[in-house]
């Protein structure tokens, strides 16, 4: 993943991920547990689940950096239930505000 970031203090840059998982109570407390615990700010989430019996979620986020971002996406990996991570290339939600 190439993606290049500035230095320019405390700026945030948006990003999205989408995660699928267990269709199971209590995803939705893991995925925002984990963003929490980083202190990532959440500027929009969807989450659903499909026919197949497994939850898709989109998450449209602010993070400090790049190693946030890994950070982040490393930390959701290990959380029980979590299938796959990955970071969206575009949007899935179009400019968040």
Not at 3 to 29: C, F
Request: glycine share 12%.
């Amino acid at each position: 993943m190439n993606v290049a970031w500035g230095k320019h203090g405390n700026e945030l840059y948006d990003t999205e991920i989408t995660l699928t998982t267990e269709d199971r109570p209590g995803m939705v407390a893991a995925i925002s547990e984990g963003i929490q615990r980083l202190g990532i700010n959440v500027q929009r989430f969807h989450g659903s689940a499909t026919e197949e019996g497994a939850g898709l979620f989109h998450i449209a986020l602010r993070v400090r950096d790049r190693t946030h971002l890994v950070e982040l996406m490393a930390g959701l990996r290990r959380a029980r239930g979590v299938y796959t991570v990955e970071r969206v290339k575009g949007s899935v939600f179009g400019k968040v505000k």
